[in-house]
């Protein structure tokens, strides 16, 4: 009767629109997908993005979801830069959650910045529970499937392929027990399994912390910040009043408006750690920090100061408390914080935030087989959806490939030759990928001082340097050998960088 109906339906109607981060035109829906209120013609309607197969769409569509809970997919149209060849023969689809981004944000005020005070921003979601009437009591994962498979259906699309990526694999697994006819395959990058409690990430935080010391100790100049893991250990457990509020702003190198708590600095660490780029700043950047120079720390706090504004804070809370913090407890939380240098401040927040967020539980099923095609992406120093959960939860689908890039943080789809192994997936789900190319993937460089990674000194081109020894032999008109001298650099100088 679905069928039947969605096929009575008008097609929806598009217009040609564009977005940040891709500079081809793109086809914007607005798809009408049911009602959060009592009135039963007050519709919600779904912003949905399809760039379009450019050779005409002879595979079937790929439907990009997006993490979080909260994340937009609209937010993910830089992905389709390293997904171009993928894009040549199918539809990629990026639907905004009902609560999320184009589909009337669900943010609760937040916007770009959100309060360093744990108690100020739990005083905001307060009011913002209050006054949202029944909304937060309507959005969550089920929700987002039927709203998913509404899409699916008015678009015409028989049969689907789906990427998520972190909790948007929560919400593609889900869609696979839920709806498996309209399914082909899954690509799974940043595994959150649905029995997985991926809020616990102290214990995931600490491993990929450990796994960028054992990087650093390996590496000719990040090995000489050799203290850098105990200058944090000690940063963290001693940050002052006087240091939170002097700790410069990433933006203007002034103090910050607001003090920056002990937890906002752990929470940059861990941030930085789910990208290996950002990563490669650290040893340097806690270094300076424990000499009293807080201003490369601060940089990688800016780093990341959009992804605050990226989240529908509201969106966010109602499905965490419903379908995540409702199986977490207090015995968890100490069980994963023990040992870790960010114990419980992550999850604090939202442990603190379901506390004035009362959404009643929504536990999922337990799995049941399904045999598409899934490949599994990991890194293996994420540090919130480690490789450990797609090897240890997910035997129910069998048939599974899975891809592990070394050092690799959250998310590794864009990376090295993973775009050209989905693509293959994709086209072919059922044979075996060659993934011998993964190897060639390797961390960015350490940072060696304030303008990044060391200097590599000019290699000496062996031809050029006879003509030029003959030349001065004899007399000719060669370069002045003392500008030679003048130019020329001691590889260990250049090594050092800003190193002291």
């Given at each position: 009767?679905a069928?039947?109906?969605a096929?009575?339906?008008?097609?929806?109607?598009?217009e040609?629109c564009?977005?940040?981060g891709?500079?081809?035109?793109l086809r914007?829906?607005r798809?009408p997908v049911g009602?959060d209120s009592?009135?039963a013609?007050?519709?919600?309607?779904?912003?949905?993005?399809v760039?379009p197969?450019?050779?005409?769409g002879q595979h079937?569509?790929?439907y990009?979801?997006a993490?979080g809970?909260?994340q937009a997919?609209s937010?993910?149209v830089?992905?389709l830069?390293?997904?171009?060849?993928l894009?040549r023969g199918?539809?990629?689809v990026m639907v905004d959650?009902?609560?999320?981004?184009r589909s009337?944000?669900?943010d609760?005020?937040?916007?770009a910045e959100?309060?360093?005070?744990?108690?100020?921003?739990?005083?905001?979601?307060?009011?913002?529970?209050i006054n949202a009437g029944?909304r937060?009591?309507t959005?969550?994962s089920r929700q987002?499937?039927?709203d998913?498979?509404?899409?699916?259906r008015?678009?015409?699309?028989?049969?689907i392929?789906l990427?998520g990526?972190?909790w948007?694999?929560?919400t593609?697994?889900?869609?696979q027990?839920w709806?498996p006819?309209?399914?082909q395959?899954?690509?799974?990058?940043?595994?959150?399994?649905?029995?997985t409690k991926?809020?616990?990430a102290?214990s995931?935080a600490?491993?990929?912390?450990?796994e960028?010391e054992?990087?650093?100790s390996?590496d000719?100049?990040?090995a000489?910040?050799v203290?850098w893991?105990s200058?944090?250990?000690?940063?963290?457990?001693?940050?002052?009043?006087?240091?939170?509020?002097n700790?410069?702003?990433?933006?203007t190198g002034r103090?910050?408006e607001?003090p920056v708590?002990?937890?906002?600095?752990?929470?940059?660490?861990r941030?930085a750690?789910y990208?290996?780029?950002?990563?490669?700043?650290?040893?340097?950047?806690?270094s300076?920090?424990?000499r009293g120079n807080?201003?490369?720390?601060?940089?990688i706090l800016?780093?990341?100061a959009?992804?605050e504004?990226?989240?529908?804070?509201g969106?966010?809370y109602?499905?965490a408390?419903?379908?995540?913090m409702?199986?977490?407890d207090a015995?968890?939380?100490?069980?994963?914080?023990?040992d870790?240098f960010?114990?419980?401040?992550?999850?604090r927040?939202?442990?603190?935030?379901?506390k004035?967020?009362?959404?009643?539980p929504r536990p999922?099923d337990?799995?049941?087989?399904r045999d598409?095609?899934?490949l599994l992406?990991?890194?293996?120093?994420?540090?919130?959806t480690?490789?450990k959960y797609?090897?240890e939860?997910?035997?129910?689908?069998p048939?599974?490939q899975?891809?592990?890039?070394?050092g690799?943080?959250?998310?590794?789809s864009?990376?090295?030759?993973?775009?050209?192994?989905?693509?293959q997936?994709?086209?072919?789900?059922?044979?075996t990928l060659?993934d011998?190319?993964?190897?060639?993937?390797?961390?960015?460089p350490?940072?060696?001082?304030a303008?990044?990674p060391?200097?590599?000194?000019?290699?000496?081109i062996?031809?050029a340097?006879s003509l030029?020894a003959?030349?001065?032999?004899?007399?000719?008109?060669?370069?002045?050998p003392?500008?030679?001298?003048?130019?020329?650099?001691?590889?260990?100088e250049?090594?050092g960088?800003d190193?002291?």
């Open positions: 009767m069928e039947q109906g096929a009575e339906m008008a097609a929806p109607v598009s040609t564009y977005a940040d891709w500079s081809e035109s914007c829906y798809i009602t009592a009135n013609d007050d519709l919600v309607k779904l912003s949905v993005l760039a197969a450019v050779n005409g079937e569509p790929l990009l979801l993490g809970p909260g997919a937010d993910l830089r992905l830069n390293p997904l171009r060849k894009n199918r539809d990629i959650r009902r609560g999320g981004g009337d944000a669900f609760c005020g937040f916007g959100i309060p360093n005070n744990i108690e100020l921003m739990t005083a905001q979601l307060a009011a913002c529970y029944e937060p009591l959005i969550n987002t499937v039927e998913l498979e509404s899409v699916r008015a678009l015409g699309h028989e049969r392929s990427w990526g972190s948007g694999t929560r593609a697994l889900l869609y027990q709806y006819d309209a399914l395959s899954l690509v799974l990058d940043g595994v959150a399994p649905i029995d991926v809020f616990l102290a995931a600490e491993s990929a912390l450990q960028l054992q990087a650093c390996e000719p100049v990040c000489g910040f203290n893991r200058q944090l250990d000690n940063l963290l457990a001693n940050w002052s009043h006087a240091q939170a509020s700790f410069p702003d990433p933006f103090p910050a607001e708590e002990t937890w906002m600095l752990a929470g940059a660490v941030t750690l990208d290996p780029a950002a990563a490669a700043q650290l040893p340097y950047a806690v300076e920090a424990s807080y201003a490369p720390l601060s940089g800016g780093l990341f959009d992804m504004g990226a989240m529908s804070l969106l966010t109602s499905v408390c419903a379908e995540e409702n199986r977490i015995a968890d939380i100490d069980r994963d914080a023990d870790t960010i114990g419980d401040m992550f999850i927040i939202f442990v603190e935030g379901c004035v967020w009362p959404v009643p999922y337990a799995p049941e087989p598409h095609p899934v992406i990991s890194g293996s120093a994420d540090p919130i480690p490789p797609a090897n939860q997910l035997a129910y689908l048939n599974q899975h891809l592990i890039v070394r690799g943080g959250h998310i590794n864009p990376r090295g030759c993973v775009p050209d192994l989905i693509l997936f994709l086209d072919q789900p059922d044979a060659d011998g190319c993964i190897a060639d993937i390797r961390r960015p350490f940072a060696a001082g303008f990044g060391a200097l590599m000194p000019e290699q000496a062996p031809e340097d030029l003959q030349e001065h032999s004899a007399g000719g008109a060669g370069e002045n003392e500008k030679l001298e003048q130019r020329a650099i001691p590889t260990e250049v090594a960088g190193q002291p």
